[in-house]
């Protein structure tokens, strides 16, 4: 069980849960511009693509966004485990950014607009093609960055829940 937080803390934890909610509602309404969680999002993404090389081609295209979920639900995993419901609410914040993220590349699959890293192969026009979903790229997008408004409100819910309680 986690300790129990300080006052001074419980008001920084507050804070830092008000912040990324006003932030979450900026970020997920200005989907074309840069965020600097994506200065985060995109070496991981690139090395999701290494780790997950040895799975064949449609395996490594799709681990860029496979590491870009699984380190942050990682964080959440550790975090709960530790009892500290606070952390892991800001780590599921993460997730729910990175749907945002994802979705922007998704949208993207047809127009291939977006800069690539070394200028390679656009993972997700690659894997639409493949899946024979190409022409579904904006409505898979839509109903991912629905997903990450879904998941923004419960981390930051979730957030608000835990210093709610008098016993964190």
């Known amino acids: 069980m986690a300790a129990r937080l300080s006052p001074s803390e419980r008001r920084w934890r507050g804070g830092l849960t008000a ?9 997920g ?18 090395t ?19 590491l870009q979920f699984l380190l942050p639900l990682a964080f959440v995993a ?9 952390a892991a609410s800001v780590a599921l914040w993460w997730v729910g950014q990175n749907c945002w993220n994802v979705a922007r590349y998704i949208a993207d699959a047809r127009a291939e607009e977006l800069p690539l890293v070394g200028g390679g192969e656009h993972d997700w026009a690659f894997l639409l093609a493949e ?10 997008a839509r109903d991912v960055r629905f997903i990450g408004w879904v998941i923004i409100g419960a981390a930051t819910w979730w957030g608000w829940r835990s210093l709610a309680r008098p016993d964190r």
């Open 78 to 86: 550790y975090f709960w485990r530790r009892a500290d419901r606070h």
């Open 29 to 46: 309404l200005t989907p074309g511009r840069f965020h600097w969680p994506d200065a985060l999002d995109l070496p991981i993404h690139e």
């Open 19 to 27: 912040l990324l909610a006003v932030y979450g509602l900026w970020c």
């Open 48 to 66: 999701g693509h290494l780790l997950f090389a040895w799975g064949g081609e449609v395996l490594a295209a799709l681990g860029g966004t496979i």
């Open 131 to 140: 899946w024979g979903a190409l022409a579904r790229d904006q409505v898979i």
